[in-house]
């Protein structure tokens, strides 16, 4: 009974954390629908970096200076801020003052990919062949999956194209996501790959 | 009898300690109370490699100058918690809660040894490997 009194006083603040102090949310845009770092509450893609924005609520302060711990570093890894998930697993993440005392922790678990979807930026997934006028620009979002279920994080998948394509990919900025360019017309595929999934899609051209 | 009578309000002395979060789906994370007969109770706690586990300390209110240590580290880590909420400490006072987190980091058995202003009390912590 008192254990549930405890659990009812501590329930009132908001976050997904064991303690419900803390929260720990992807880095991602407000429009950024496909932002594949929006899934704080889905497993890390194993080989994929989880960029975590960590905040407090406790009552009468402001956030204090917050450290990420991984209890398990070979499950999970911290790096430089950032969850790197290193083989199939679950570690707890420890969120700390500088001074060691754990103000929440919260389980993050480490899937491998089995399926690669492409997405437009607004999340809507793309299933068919692309059309495109010269000049025109698509960003394309890569989806990581373990069977139904979408994984977090962001990974550096490798983007190729067919030979003597009328388009150009080009990075811009992000890790995974590509810009397409139609530079003249004709027909290419695009084809994503990361670790054994991958996946292809047409882009056609037209002046 | 008067022996029995020193160990009952011995025991009555010491924190009583509760479970305040949960266990993931598919790993251990469980505190029990461990009954004996001529002394003190103790408390074991069963958890997951790579699981943390909070429990908090109460003896009528929490408890103060609360300290655990590990007999090994490597096997069960306690780090203090620290709590933004008041816990009652008597009919009409309150304190701020009074709380450890003990984390799984190795399959094997150890001990975690409590004390507090008001007593102390042992727990065997065991971490079980996962699947």
């Known amino acids: 009974m008192r254990g549930l009194s405890f659990l009812a006083l501590v329930a009132g603040c908001a976050?997904?954390?064991a303690l419900h102090q803390a929260t720990l949310v992807g880095q991602c845009a407000e429009s950024d629908a496909a932002c594949s770092k929006r899934h704080p509450l889905a497993p890390i893609a194993i080989g994929a970096h989880f960029q975590p924005e960590v905040s407090a609520e406790i009552d009468g302060t402001a956030s204090p200076s917050?450290?990420?711990?991984?209890v398990d570093p070979s499950v999970i890894a911290v790096d430089h801020g950032e969850l790197v998930a290193k083989r199939a697993g679950a570690s707890e993440i420890l969120i700390s003052t500088d001074d060691g005392s754990v103000v929440d922790f919260e389980l993050a678990w480490a899937a491998?990919?089995?399926?690669?979807?492409?997405?437009h930026r607004d999340g809507d997934r793309v299933a068919g062949t692309i059309a495109m006028t010269v000049g025109e620009d698509v960003t394309l979002v890569p989806g990581l999956w373990n069977g139904a279920q979408r994984l977090g994080g962001a990974a550096e998948v490798?983007?190729?194209?067919?030979?003597?394509a009328p388009i150009a990919v080009l990075r811009d900025g992000s890790l995974d996501r590509r810009r397409i360019r139609a530079r003249a017309a004709g027909k290419?595929?695009?084809?994503?790959?990361?670790g054994d999934a991958s996946a292809a899609i047409d882009v056609e051209v037209v002046p | 009898m008067r022996a029995a009578y020193l160990v009952v309000a011995?025991?009555?002395c010491n924190p009583e300690l509760s479970q305040i979060s949960v266990a993931p789906p598919g790993r251990a994370a469980r505190l029990d109370e461990v009954h004996h007969s001529w002394h003190a109770d103790t408390y074991r706690i069963e958890v997951s490699r790579g699981?943390?586990?909070a429990i908090d300390c109460t003896a009528g209110g929490p408890c103060e100058h609360l300290h655990v240590v590990s007999d090994d580290p490597a096997i069960a880590e306690v780090r203090p918690a620290s709590l933004g909420v008041l816990q009652s400490a008597g009919y009409t006072r309150q304190q701020p809660a009074a709380a450890v987190v003990v984390i799984g980091k190795a399959p094997g058995k150890t001990r975690l040894h409590l004390a507090a202003a008001e007593g102390h009390r042992d727990i065997d912590v065991t971490v079980v490997a996962t699947p």
């Open chain 1, 15 to 17: 976050g997904p954390g």
């Open chain 1, 66 to 70: 917050l450290q990420l711990e991984s």
């Open chain 1, 112 to 119: 491998p990919v089995t399926e690669l979807t492409l997405a």
């Open chain 1, 158 to 164: 490798t983007w190729t194209q067919s030979a003597d």
């Open chain 1, 188 to 194: 290419s595929t695009v084809t994503v790959a990361f």
């Open chain 2, 10 to 12: 011995l025991a009555a």
């Open chain 2, 51 to 53: 699981v943390a586990l």
